[in-house]
DNA sequence: CCCCAGTTTCTGTTTTTCCAGAATATACCG
DNA sequence: CGGTATATTCTGGAAAAACAGAAACTGGGG
């Protein structure tokens, strides 16, 4: 008796692992992803394993991974030795927790690179002044998107949600000529 | 003599190379885009073909790739027969079709999937009420975001880039009962 | 201090993705 | 209407990623 047992969950957890190849993240981690944000209790890895027929190893590897993102977490529970494990189940949580990780592993050295190349062009007087601009430019808006994104990410999360509400009428407050037209 | 010659210009191309391989764009599309984006003047198929080391094919592939996503064009060179082909230089504009393209690959197909699993779990009294739950609030947010972001999108672009460099100060205008502390 | 359930790391295999070159198609010119 | 230059699609092989199973490790009992 699992979520495995309807069919809905089951499409679910397949696109969910399709998505995580499209992103970069391994089927495996995704898919053991989706089933703990399904189910309700604690599951122990190896229930994960007959769950999704995926080898013990890779359960382990997997779960390493979403910990690693702060997206599943070990539980104990009463009277079985076994580690278990929870999804997050707050999508905002989830979402902040995903976005903050990638940034940390991929957008961080990238904007890192990107100084260095830039200060290195700036000296160097045989590039071409367009090498030299392209670079710098795009240093300046990953870093400035990096900065903007640290800032909106420590509000508190029923800001967040207001200002997504408000969607594109956040304009107003910036661009007091357009009137509501 | 060509942006190649550049030591700095190189490991970009090699950097975005690979981080395009960590978002899931295959490395020789995003050594290409690197490649048009840092170049000042149109480049013909074959000259990216002899700068990146790829076979014809790929960089045939790669530029109906970038095409699709709306950040490289096809431009004629006056005197010259083959196809040229240039980059996006606007970064917001190329952020944004990057993502809008992605929203309907990737992100509009789920969201109708969960559109479809919701429907169906609602009538499915034998469903579990957490998988439900869960099924409805995944589509919920996914949906919600969306629409957020197609709001947002079609700011104008100085109104973007006005709200971005506000930062976490847009929170202001939600919860006025937080000052400036 | 040894045993054993539980977990992680290692290694060879399988699967998937990527890509070079060949084959095919299309546009342009005389 | 050929012929040539350019571009795209197809296909088999190479490279990379994912995975299963075995081996190694860890940490509580007894």
Redesign the pocket.
């Known amino acids: 008796m699992s979520v495995l047992d309807h069919d809905d969950a089951k499409a679910f957890i397949l696109h969910w692992g399709e998505m995580g190849?499209h992103w970069g993240v391994?089927?495996?981690v995704a898919q053991i992803h989706a089933l703990l944000y399904l189910t309700d209790h604690p599951l122990?890895?190896?229930e994960i394993v007959d769950l999704l027929?995926?080898?013990?190893?890779?359960v382990?590897?997997g779960?390493?991974e979403l910990q690693s993102y702060g997206i599943v977490r070990r539980v104990h529970v009463e009277g079985?030795?076994?580690?278990h494990f929870v999804a997050e189940t707050d999508l905002w949580e989830m979402l902040m927790r995903i976005t903050a990780e990638r940034k940390r592993r991929e957008v961080d050295p990238t904007v890192a690179l990107l100084a260095e190349l830039s200060a290195r062009l700036s000296k160097d007087s045989s590039a071409p002044p367009y090498v030299r601009d392209r670079i710098v430019r795009m240093h300046e808006f990953i870093s400035t998107l990096g900065n903007w994104y640290e800032q909106v990410r420590t509000l508190p999360k029923p800001t967040l949600v207001t200002l997504m509400k408000l969607g594109g009428k956040v304009a107003r407050f910036v661009s007091p000529r357009k009137p509501k037209s």
Chains 1, 2 share one sequence.
């Open positions: 190849t391994n089927r495996s122990p890895a190896d027929r995926l080898a013990r190893s890779n382990s590897t779960l390493k079985d030795r076994r580690d």
